[in-house]
């Protein structure tokens, strides 16, 4: 089993920026892929951001892509999500998830935390 646990998340003005933290545990946390993915109220969940697991390939979403950074640290067993040049639309829920593989599908997942709310004010 592999648990997630994030953190990071609350209320900020556009424009402004936080840093999402997805703590890993359980099983080699270097065997694991991990993405992020986000659900705003009423609409389905969404692929934001993924890095593999030695932090070499990362990808995002075209909504997201130079405005959030997503990163790595093994040792930590930790995964980051820097976001920058937020918009009220990036409002939502954000997961991270883990799998053995490197995916934007979040029905290919097999481990997710619990969520954090980001709420980005006008």
């Known amino acids: 089993q592999v648990q997630l646990v994030e953190s990071g998340g609350g209320l900020v003005q556009a424009g402004g920026s936080l840093r999402l933290s997805c703590a890993v545990s359980g099983r080699t946390f270097s065997d694991y892929n991990v993405a992020w993915f986000r659900q705003a109220l009423g609409n389905e969940r969404e692929f934001v951001a993924s890095i593999s697991r030695n932090g070499l390939r990362t990808g995002y979403a075209d909504s997201v892509e130079g405005r959030f950074t997503i990163s790595r640290a093994n040792a930590e067993k930790t995964v980051y999500l820097q976001m920058n040049s937020l918009k009220p639309e990036d409002t939502a829920v954000y997961y991270c998830?883990?799998?053995?593989?490197?995916?934007?599908?979040?029905?290919?997942?097999?481990?997710w935390g619990q969520g954090t709310q980001v709420t980005v004010s006008s």
């Open positions: 998830a883990a799998d053995l593989s490197l995916h934007n599908n979040a029905a290919a997942y097999d481990y």
